[in-house]
């Protein structure tokens, strides 16, 4: 079935420091994929999107490319902040309705 | 815009008891999508709602059900609870039945003891 693999955390960083979060996934067909991020005590953000092939989403200075040929997914930013500090979750989308199938999270630590 | 909102913000139940959570769609969104987050986990789909009538559902066992009503509001209702039932429950709001952009509320903590 449909998966989402995602680097184990948590991943720490020096402020200003480039990040980088890998994300696979398995399915058929081209799904939509996502980046959400979630925010201690709060629910979770949609954060950037691709819906096909080459497709680059980005927001806040994030950034991630559809890579059908590597089935990835990967999230970067060139210079972090302390408030990037949260967990973040790839996700891919398929199957007619709304369904999101989410990786375990990655959890990103920024420290001054 | 109201955003997504959820009730209560936490709850401790005893396992095989019955518990239902609560949730407000985003002012213009049809579409109620439920997920379950335990803890250091991704969440996980339930099921949707959409037009008052469930569109979807994941792996979970019939104890877990829903209704959504002409607001658009939508009920979780969890029976015969078990241990394992304790997570964060999420709810999503969209707008239309092929739309995985998504916008979550805050969750409701679920603990059983």
């Known amino acids: 079935g449909d998966s989402v693999t995602q680097m184990e955390g948590p991943v720490t960083l020096s402020e200003e420091a480039f990040l980088t979060i890998n994300c696979t996934y398995t399915a058929t067909g081209y799904p939509s994929l996502f980046w959400y991020v979630q925010y201690p005590g709060e629910g979770l953000q949609l954060l950037l999107k691709?819906?096909?092939?080459?497709d680059k989403g980005s927001n806040k200075g994030f950034e991630a490319t559809y890579r059908k040929e590597t089935t990835s997914f990967h999230l970067e930013k060139g210079s972090v902040q302390v408030s990037d500090s949260a967990v973040y979750f790839c996700a891919l989308g398929r199957g007619g309705y709304n369904k999101l199938i989410f990786g375990a999270g990655t959890r990103l630590a920024v420290h001054p | 815009e109201t955003g997504v909102t959820q009730s209560p913000t936490h709850l401790i139940k005893t396992r095989g008891q019955q518990v239902t959570l609560r949730c407000s769609s985003q002012s213009g969104h049809n579409t109620v999508s439920w997920y379950q987050q335990a803890l250091g986990q991704g969440p996980q789909f339930i099921f949707q709602?959409?037009?008052?009538?469930?569109?979807g559902r994941g792996n979970f066992p019939p104890r877990f059900s829903g209704l959504q009503f002409p607001n658009y509001s939508s009920e979780l209702n969890v029976n015969a609870l078990e241990l394992d039932d304790s997570a964060l429950y999420l709810c999503?709001?969209?707008?239309?039945?092929?739309?995985?952009?998504?916008?979550f509320g805050p969750g409701t903590r679920l603990t059983v003891t």
């Open positions: 691709a819906t096909k092939a080459d």
């Open positions: 999503a709001s969209s707008h239309g039945t092929d739309n995985y952009e998504q916008y």
């Open positions: 709602y959409y037009r008052e009538e469930e569109n």
